[in-house]
């Protein structure tokens, strides 16, 4: 089992640059792929971006290409999603999102993820 917590989000505006954290339970972060995923209201969840187990590979959402970077942080059981460039259409509840041990790529797919945060919601004002 795995408990994922986001932090960072809040009020920015267009422009302006945001830090999400995901801090994730347990001692086998390591053996997880992640993922950032977002929904805004009225929409459904939609793949941001996905980090392998090792941080070697990384993939993202065109949209956001050139904007956000997703890294983690093994040894602190904690993935982060950087946000720079920030525009109105970003804002959405933010959530972290772990694949099953062992998988090592990340995912574009909602349904390949077996845990969840509950999400911290970002808001970027025009």
């Known amino acids: 089992q795995v408990q994922l917590v986001e932090s960072g989000g809040g009020l920015v505006q267009a422009g302006g640059s945001l830090s999400l954290s995901c801090a994730a339970s347990?001692?086998?972060?390591?053996?997880?792929?992640m993922g950032w995923f977002r929904q805004a209201p009225g929409k459904e969840r939609e793949f941001v971006a996905a980090?392998?187990?090792?941080?070697?590979?990384?993939y993202y959402v065109d949209s956001v290409k050139g904007r956000f970077t997703i890294s983690r942080d093994n040894a602190k059981n904690t993935v982060f999603l950087q946000m720079n460039s920030l525009k109105p259409e970003d804002t959405a509840v933010y959530y972290c999102?772990?694949?099953?041990?062992?998988?090592?790529?990340?995912?574009?797919?909602?349904?390949?993820?077996?845990?969840w945060g509950q999400g911290t919601q970002v808001t970027v004002s025009s």
């Open positions: 980090i392998s187990w090792s941080g070697s590979s990384t």
């Open positions: 347990g001692r086998t972060f390591s053996r997880y792929a």
């Open positions: 999102a772990a694949r099953r041990a062992g998988s090592y790529s990340g995912s574009y797919y909602l349904d390949d993820y077996s845990y």
